[in-house]
């Protein structure tokens, strides 16, 4: 069995597919911008995973809540944690935990975590 998608509820659509896109490679279906302005969007992951995000007035997900997206290697989870620091998030440097990894407070009001 194939987890194939996933809806994230979230204050700001837009930021939150522009982060996701940026610094994760999510790539949007054109449409779902046009169809539904700012209130929805549907992305992409380079494994066929559907990850669509929705407008909510207020999102409060359980604190230990997060999306994961790890990475190839841990020099790879550094040069993301940097282009987030140099882009004004506020990330501490990675730690290694169950890995080599770092969260981070993503526009929209939900947490990823960057491991590798």
Known sequence: MKLNHVNLTVTDVPAAAGFLEKYFGLKKLDTSEDARGDNFRVLFDDNGLVFTLMKGAEVQYPKTFHIGFIQES??????????????????????RSHGWTFYVKAPGGFTVEVLA
């Open 74 to 95: 841990e020099e790879k989870v550094n040069e993301i944690n940097q282009r987030l620091k140099e882009d004004g998030y506020k990330v501490a440097p990675p730690v």
